[in-house]
C-alpha cells in the first residue's frame, strides 16, 4: 500500500471514491451523493489543486482505496489549526489497519507545516470505530454538536476532537 498526496490526475478516481463514501456512510459527510455527483470534474481536479486542501490516497497498486484530507485556515488569526476531513477507506480495504496509516500520514504531513499547532475533526456520534481509532491516534474529544447532519428525516450529533501536532 503507498499513501500518496492526490493530484489533479487523481481527479477521477477521488470523485468515485468519494461519491461511494456518501452513499456507504451518508450520516458521516455533510455533502451528498446528490450534490457531488453534480460537480463536473473540473471541481474535483481544483479541489486537488486548491493551496487550502491536502488530500493524501491510499493506493492499493492503480486503486485509490482510502482518503484523507487536511483543511488548512487561511484567517491569520486561525492559521495555527488544521481540520483533519473526509476520511474513508473502502469495504475492500477496511479492518486491516489502513484508516490508521492514513491518519497518521496525515499527522505526518501536519507536522512538516511548522506554524501549525492542532488538528482537529469531528466524527459521527455513534460511529465507535472511527471514534476509537481517532483516540488512538492521540485524539480527544471537546465537544458534541447536536443535530449536526440530516440525512432524510434522521439527525446525527458530530463528536468535536482535536490533538497537538507536534505530539
Known sequence: MI?????????????????????????AFTSSVAERAAMPLGWW????????????????????AGIVGLAFEPREKA?????????????????KGLGRQLVEAALDEARTQPRLKVIQLTVTAGNEAAFALYQRCGFIQYGLEPLAVRVGVDYFDKIHMWREVAV
Request: glycine share 8%; net charge negative; charged share 25%.
Open 45 to 64: 481536479e481544483k479541489r486537488l489543486s486548491s493551496p487550502l486542501d491536502c488530500l493524501l490516497g491510499a493506493f492499493d497498486g492503480d486503486e485509490l
Open 3 to 27: 499513501i500518496r498526496t492526490l493530484a489533479a490526475g487523481d481527479a477521477e478516481a477521488y470523485r468515485a471514491l468519494m461519491l461511494e463514501a456518501y452513499g456507504a456512510y451518508p450520516q
Open 79 to 95: 492559521r495555527h489549526k488544521v481540520t483533519l476531513f473526509g476520511m474513508y477507506v473502502n469495504a475492500d480495504h477496511q479492518q
